[in-house]
């Protein structure tokens, strides 16, 4: 059974066709010991198909170590939001290149999470956080890699 | 963004006992939420960040030398 109603699937729609730059979901999971990735991979799978510049990639966590090192995961489940941008190669071909802003999500994107899912998805896709000039010359000021963790709870 | 029930050993080692809290670099804590204008400040005077970017340049050009 769907959990997105027929209704939320026009709104998203509709909001996913504001999307300038293409998204890549990296979603990390394994079939066993893992009692909420079913239900993440299908709220992963019922928005991918809303938009055509949204694409789901799946990954076995237990497998495709090499992927889980490359995105920093170490717990599951998890995925990565990073946006993709034509480039030109040395070839002269065209290709997908990743923008990785570093966003990360772990644990099921429900209840108020869903509503930060879209919104980690259409900032990953603009490229801009949508901060004020004010946070932003604060933010500025970060020279250091910093890694910030938001917990919250599904209500 | 971690949904925290699903990682006890997280809400263990940082101490969530209240969402959401924001941890940075795994050491330093904002508990609750906020809007931006308070947010973004506080997160950054945790880092010892107070003075806007924009600010320095500015003292900069106005330091001194001008």
């Known amino acids: ?155 | 963004m971690i949904e925290v029930s699903e990682f006890p050993d997280l809400a263990q080692r940082f101490q969530v006992y209240g969402v959401p809290l924001t941890v940075i670099n795994d050491s330093l804590r904002f508990e609750g939420g906020a809007p931006e204008v308070h947010f973004v400040p506080a997160l950054m005077s945790k880092l010892g960040i107070t003075t806007p970017a924009s600010e320095t340049h500015r003292d900069e050009s106005t330091g001194p030398n001008t």
């Open chain 1, 1 to 155: 059974m769907p959990l997105l109603k027929e209704r939320d699937r026009q709104t998203l729609q509709q909001e996913f066709s504001q999307m300038p730059h293409r998204v890549r979901i990296v979603f990390f999971t394994q079939a066993l010991d893992c009692e909420t990735c079913g239900i993440t991979e299908q709220i992963l799978a019922e928005i991918e198909p809303l938009s055509d510049k949204l694409e789901l990639v799946k990954l076995n966590y237990a497998i495709d170590r090499q992927a889980a090192e490359h995105y920093g995961i170490a717990r599951i489940p998890a995925f990565a939001i990073v946006q993709l941008r034509e480039n030109t190669n040395a070839e002269g071909e065209s290709e997908l290149v990743e923008h990785d802003y570093g966003i990360r999500f772990y644990g099921v994107p429900s209840g108020h999470e869903f509503m930060s899912l879209i919104g980690a998805i259409m900032d990953v896709s603009t490229g801009d956080s949508q901060l004020s000039p004010a946070s932003r010359a604060l933010a500025a000021q970060v020279t250091e890699p910093t890694h910030i963790q938001v917990f919250t709870t599904p209500t």
